[in-house]
């Protein structure tokens, strides 16, 4: 869920070489079957939180802002409908 809001809103990943323990960490948990059951996605951790706890502050940032329309399907991020899938 960290990692989800942390780049949601403030267009920073917590992942990625910067820090080399966190990258390990995730890396070790991903591979626990109890996480790989309950695993999530970025739209729902970004989304469910502002319910709960009230709005996040988006630091506003280039970089935030196109993790943010990306996750919220802005700037056509998501097309509908869906293209037909291709058979190869």
């Given at each position: 869920?960290?990692?989800?809001?942390v780049a949601?809103?403030?267009?920073?990943?917590?992942?990625?070489?910067?820090?080399?323990h966190?990258?390990?960490w995730f890396?070790?948990?991903e591979?626990r079957p109890?996480?790989?059951?309950?695993?999530?996605?970025?739209?729902?951790?970004?989304?469910?939180?502002p319910?709960q706890?009230g709005n996040?502050?988006?630091?506003?940032?280039k970089?935030?802002?196109t993790?943010?329309?990306?996750?919220?399907?802005g700037d056509?991020?998501?097309r509908?409908?869906l293209?037909p899938?291709s058979?190869?």
């Open positions: 869920r960290m990692a989800a809001s949601y809103w403030k267009g920073d990943t917590l992942r990625g070489g910067r820090w080399k966190i990258d390990a890396e070790a948990f591979q109890s996480y790989s059951a309950s695993r999530s996605d970025w739209y729902t951790h970004a989304n469910d939180i319910p706890y996040g502050v988006d630091d506003g940032s970089e935030q802002q993790i943010r329309r990306a996750l919220d399907g056509a991020a998501w509908l409908p293209p899938l058979s190869s």
